[in-house]
């Protein structure tokens, strides 16, 4: 493909700290591709970390630049909780330990749960989630009891204890155990933190602003003395603080990596200009972010219209009449999408 020269601009960054601010549609995962690929040119046993928050975009980026060939052995592409596991297994650190499943965890907790009312489901499900999302924060539980200054997450020091009982008498951790393990044992093993940081010449993250305080100080582990990190993200588009990711690290970039270069891709190439017009406008309230100046490289396109009905028949009636109106114009039912909230509205 052809690259704009704001692009061509990150992809061409040389050596050092980098965050790359793309907007949404605005081609960052190509943008990160070609750097890899021209990375692997240059050197091609290029020791190359690459990062990605699902697993489904990882073989993406995995198949965009390898096809159906294998990457590198001195080159990973993956999750961090895989990469984590990953560096766990190679040190030694997980013999004879096996990851939780969260059914079987909920099920433990249930139990305990069950005793002190209805909803015990419910109630172990948002118990665990806010017992993540605490520890996702880096915060650690010192003692039986323990201060819960800043909210209730986690507030419940038996269930903790259920839990943690529960994953110990049946050698298992789960995620965030197999990140706070990793750090606990970088922060004791001044020679292991020397050998994660000569295992790469670079590091790429995707999402960057979905990373959580725990992922970034571990991430800083890996980065060795050049500090090669390529950080790709938009604050504007962070989603997964309900794990305990912190967008704030997007932001404060320069802070943690002064004299690190700062690129922005402004350019939208999926919506017309109606859309990336009103979205930049309602973005622009948020108060941790960084200005920019989104452009539609599509032109203009359809207006938005928000309809308010009065009761659910009549946004059906509305919609239905929206989706013939559209059909009758010449345009297929399967260029047409609907999204919804909730699985119980696609009923009606």
């Known amino acids: 493909m052809e690259f704009t020269q704001e ?108 005793k002190l009312g209805p909803n015990a489901a419910e109630e172990a499900e948002q118990w665990l989630d806010d017992y993540d999302r605490t520890r996702n924060k880096g915060r650690t539980f010192e003692g039986p009891a323990f201060s819960c200054e800043g909210g209730t997450e986690a ?93 704030t690290l997007t932001v404060r970039f320069e802070e943690f990596f002064p004299g690190s270069a700062h690129y922005t891709l402004y350019r939208n190439f999926r919506s017309g200009s109606e859309v990336v017009d009103a979205s930049s406008a309602f973005i622009a309230h948020n108060l941790a972010r960084y200005p920019k100046e989104l452009i539609s490289d599509r032109g203009p396109g359809s207006k938005i219209r928000f309809v308010l009905c009065r009761r659910p028949a009549g946004e059906l009636e509305r919609l239905r009449d929206s989706l013939l109106e559209w059909h009758a114009k010449g345009c297929p039912y399967e260029e047409m999408a609907v999204l919804y909230r909730t699985h119980s509205q696609n009923r009606a």
Do not use: W
Not at 96 to 112: F, N, T
Not at 185 to 201: F, Q
Not at 204 to 232: C, I, K, M, T, W
């Open 7 to 114: 692009q061509l601009a990150a992809i061409r960054h040389g050596k050092g700290p980098a965050l790359v601010t793309a907007g949404p549609g605005a081609g960052k995962t190509a943008v990160l591709t070609e750097r890899v690929r021209r990375l692997l040119e240059d050197d091609p046993k290029g020791r190359v970390l690459v990062i990605s928050f699902t697993v489904s975009a990882s073989l993406e980026l995995e198949k965009r630049l390898f096809g159906n060939g294998n990457a590198p052995k001195s080159m990973f592409i993956g999750t961090f909780h895989s990469f984590f596991l990953r560096m766990l297994r190679v040190t030694g650190n997980l013999d004879g330990v096996k990851l939780v499943r969260r059914e079987d965890a909920l099920s433990a907790l249930e139990e305990y749960f069950e």
């Open 155 to 247: 507030c419940d020091p038996e269930a903790r204890t259920v839990y943690e009982r529960y994953k110990a008498e049946n050698g298992l951790i789960d995620y965030e155990d197999m990140q706070t393990l990793l750090l606990r044992h970088l922060r004791e093993k001044p020679a292991l933190a020397d050998y994660c940081a000569g295992l790469y010449e670079y590091v790429l993250v995707d999402e960057f602003q979905d990373v959580n305080p725990v992922q970034f100080e571990l991430l800083r582990y890996f980065l060795g003395p050049s500090r090669n990190l390529f950080a790709v993200g938009d604050e504007d588009q962070a989603i997964y603080a309900f794990r305990g990711s912190d967008p």
